[in-house]
C-alpha cells in the first residue's frame, strides 16, 4: 500500500511559479509510474503529467509544455512538479497519484492518490 503526501500549493501571481512535491511511503518507489493531475471546480479531474519509474518517460499535457516540469528522486521517495509562468487557469487542486506499470494519462488507471494540494493563480 502506498501513501502520498503532496506540499507546496498556495497563492500566486499570474506569471509566477511554484513548485509542488509528492512523498511517497510504503512501497518500492521506483516501481510506480507517477503522475500529477488537477481538479478546478466544476470540473473533471484531468491529467497534467506523468513519468515512468526509472524517470526517463516523460509525458505532459499540451496546456503545460514548456511550463511545467516533472521529476522524481528515487532516493528520496519524492516527485516534483515545478510549475512557471502560471496562469490564471492553472488554478486547481494538483493531486499526485501512482500505479505500477506503464506510464499513462488516464487517471482511473491509478491506484493510490494523494490528499490534493490548491494551487490558486490571481489575474
Known amino acids: 500500500q502506498v501513501q502520498l503526501v503532496e506540499s507546496g500549493g498556495g497563492l500566486v501571481q499570474a506569471g509566477g511559479s511554484l513548485r509542488l512535491s509528492c512523498a511517497a511511503s510504503?512501497?518500492?518507489?521506483?516501481?510506480?509510474?507517477m503522475g500529477w493531475f488537477r481538479q478546478a471546480p466544476g470540473k473533471e479531474r484531468e491529467f497534467v503529467a506523468a513519468?515512468?519509474?526509472?524517470?526517463?518517460?516523460?509525458t505532459y499535457t499540451d496546456s503545460v509544455k514548456g511550463r511545467f516540469t516533472i521529476s522524481r528522486d528515487n532516493a528520496k521517495n519524492t516527485m516534483l512538479l515545478q510549475m512557471n509562468s502560471l496562469k490564471p487557469e492553472d488554478t486547481a487542486v494538483y493531486y499526485c497519484?501512482?500505479?505500477?506499470?506503464?506510464?499513462?494519462?488516464?487517471?482511473?488507471?491509478?491506484?493510490?492518490w494523494g490528499q490534493g494540494t490548491q494551487v490558486t493563480v490571481s489575474s
Open positions: 513519468l515512468g519509474g526509472s524517470g526517463l518517460y516523460i
Open positions: 510504503g512501497g518500492t518507489f521506483s516501481n510506480y509510474a
Open positions: 497519484a501512482a500505479k505500477r506499470g506503464l506510464t499513462m494519462t488516464d487517471p482511473s488507471a491509478y491506484n493510490y
